[in-house]
């Protein structure tokens, strides 16, 4: 692979993405509906649902962006994704017709961005699809360059008699972005599943919202309210639309 786009990670992943041992989405989905509000929401890069669908069965009805048809169509085959109105399109830069009381963007997503200017248009856009008041939340992992050695690194994920599953990283800590693959060997086939990120200090997603009209909340280590400190591994950070 010489370059990544925004269709990249459905058209490489969608076939094992609700196989991959995500964290269960309970507790997300729980701290997200109580921002909700009488909605409707919207999820950027709703992929196949995981947020989304157990949303809708609390009755919260829900728009989604997304730029794969892969991942859409892995949607449409849940029980309750088939109604969920999906727009295709860039989450860096959207319009949508309606305003929302909540947006969110979960799961590291707002790293698959690679650049600081495509992060930036995204919150723009997300500001734009929100009433006054309303609430933009953002998880994402928190940076940690110190796991890189000489701005890379391995480890082996899973490993059997015919198989193993390698995950091999670059770090270029001038850009902040890191070239990820997994390299996945089973029985003598080989496949390739890489994910291309930039990540984004807390301070600098701040300063992305302040350009887009919007301010800081609070920010948790977890989806719990866990409290955000030197120790967190993850950020789930609330940001309010700004009154016009």
């Given at each position: 692979m010489s370059s990544w786009d925004a269709e990249t990670y459905g058209s490489r992943w969608s076939e094992i993405y609700d196989g991959l041992p995500w964290p269960g989405p309970d507790q997300a989905v729980d701290f997200l509906a109580k921002l909700a509000g009488n909605?409707?929401?919207?999820e950027l890069a709703i992929g196949t649902g995981r947020i989304a669908v157990p949303l809708v069965e609390r009755g919260i009805e829900v728009h989604g962006i997304d730029s794969s048809d892969e991942m859409t169509e892995k949607l449409r085959e849940k029980e309750g994704g088939a109604g969920i109105p999906v727009t295709k399109a860039d989450i860096s830069a959207f319009k949508v017709e309606q305003s929302y009381s909540l947006a969110f963007l979960v799961l590291n997503t707002v790293y698959a961005l690679q650049t600081q200017e495509a992060q930036l248009s995204c919150f723009a856009s997300a500001a734009a699809a929100l009433e006054p008041g309303g609430h933009f939340v953002v998880e994402a992992f928190m940076p940690d360059p110190t796991r890189f050695r000489r701005n890379s690194w391995t480890q082996v994920h899973d490993i059997g008699l015919d198989h193993v599953l390698i995950e091999?990283?670059?770090?270029?800590?001038?850009?902040?972005?890191?070239?990820?693959?997994?390299?996945?060997?089973?029985?003598?086939?080989?496949?390739?599943?890489?994910?291309?990120?930039?990540?984004?200090?807390p301070s600098e997603m701040d300063l992305m919202a302040r350009l887009a009209g919007m301010s800081l909340v609070e920010?948790?280590?977890?989806?719990?309210?866990?409290?955000?400190?030197?120790?967190?591994?993850?950020q789930v950070s609330v940001y309010r639309r700004d009154a016009v």
């Amino acid at each position: 692979m010489s370059s990544w786009d925004a269709e990249t990670y459905g058209s490489r992943w969608s076939e094992i993405y609700d196989g991959l041992p995500w964290p269960g989405p309970d507790q997300a989905v729980d701290f997200l509906a109580k921002l909700a509000g009488n909605g409707p929401v919207l999820e950027l890069a709703i992929g196949t649902g995981r947020i989304a669908v157990p949303l809708v069965e609390r009755g919260i009805e829900v728009h989604g962006i997304d730029s794969s048809d892969e991942m859409t169509e892995k949607l449409r085959e849940k029980e309750g994704g088939a109604g969920i109105p999906v727009t295709k399109a860039d989450i860096s830069a959207f319009k949508v017709e309606q305003s929302y009381s909540l947006a969110f963007l979960v799961l590291n997503t707002v790293y698959a961005l690679q650049t600081q200017e495509a992060q930036l248009s995204c919150f723009a856009s997300a500001a734009a699809a929100l009433e006054p008041g309303g609430h933009f939340v953002v998880e994402a992992f928190m940076p940690d360059p110190t796991r890189f050695r000489r701005n890379s690194w391995t480890q082996v994920h899973d490993i059997g008699l015919d198989h193993v599953l390698i995950e091999a990283d670059k770090h270029d800590p001038s850009t902040q972005q890191i070239l990820e693959q997994h390299i996945h060997l089973n029985q003598g086939k080989v496949e390739l599943f890489p994910a291309f990120l930039r990540y984004v200090w807390p301070s600098e997603m701040d300063l992305m919202a302040r350009l887009a009209g919007m301010s800081l909340v609070e920010r948790f280590g977890g989806w719990l309210g866990e409290p955000f400190n030197a120790r967190s591994g993850n950020q789930v950070s609330v940001y309010r639309r700004d009154a016009v």
